[in-house]
DNA sequence: CAGACATATAGAAAAATGTCAATATGTTCT
DNA sequence: AGAACATATTGACATTTTTCTATATGTCTG
């Protein structure tokens, strides 16, 4: 299998949960707290710090550290790129395997 | 929790597998058979079914019965609007929980 | 340093998912 | 109708995910 479907399965996997998909809409517009973005929810803290390591690790969220609190955002860089991928992954390719099987 | 998070994390979370993100890949330009996405995987029979119906069912594809065969394409429509949705979601918004967070 | 606060980790239980073998259903051809 | 073929369903099992409680770690303040 190839990497590509392999990254980008990991980071639509990481959003494919509304309420992950829901804190990454809230942090689309800049940096949020872990306790800002638990007060949004009806879960309990160590539910989110879980939800957050999985944002983070699939490359959708960056963590900083600033005194007490641990500030998230968005890597958008790596969001942008995913974005892509995604819609390339949809559009008809030349090199599409109906393509090869058409002429085979 | 609002409906455009679950009806989008449903699509995600059918892409969120290698296996169907290449799946929907393949079938980007055009038709193909049950039989014929078969052979590109070493996976049985009733697992490549399971996985369509989960394709099927989150309104990334869809199926009509010619014959023997089933044939699955792209539902582009409403791939292009998750498509649309995901970029917004990634976007600063004017009326994102930050910005009432610096206002109250 | 002790207490308060924010977040992380560990461990456990329930639910969801992925996958298979066996079997059923639907279709075509003879 | 019966055989052959393509796909779907069932039932089972292993793995992963979700979520909790309890506890640990890190940071600031007095």
Redesign the interface.
């Known amino acids: 299998?190839?990497q590509v479907?392999?990254d980008?399965?990991?980071m639509?996997?990481a959003?494919?949960?509304?309420?992950?998909?829901?804190i990454?809409?809230?942090?689309?517009?800049?940096?949020?707290c872990a306790c800002?973005i638990l007060e949004?929810f009806h879960i309990t803290q160590p539910t989110l710090s879980h939800d957050m390591r999985v944002l983070v690790e699939a490359g959708i969220v960056t963590d900083r550290r600033e005194g007490k609190n641990i500030y998230y955002k968005?890597d958008?860089e790596s969001?942008?790129q995913m974005?892509k991928t995604?819609?390339r992954?949809?559009?008809?390719?030349p090199d599409?395997?109906?393509?090869s099987?058409k002429n085979g």
């Open positions: 299998m190839e479907y392999i980008t399965a990991k639509l996997k959003m494919s949960d509304p309420k992950r998909l829901r990454v809409d809230m942090l689309s517009c800049g940096e949020l800002e949004e968005l958008k969001l942008n974005h995604l819609g992954v949809f559009k008809d390719k599409c395997i109906c393509h099987r």
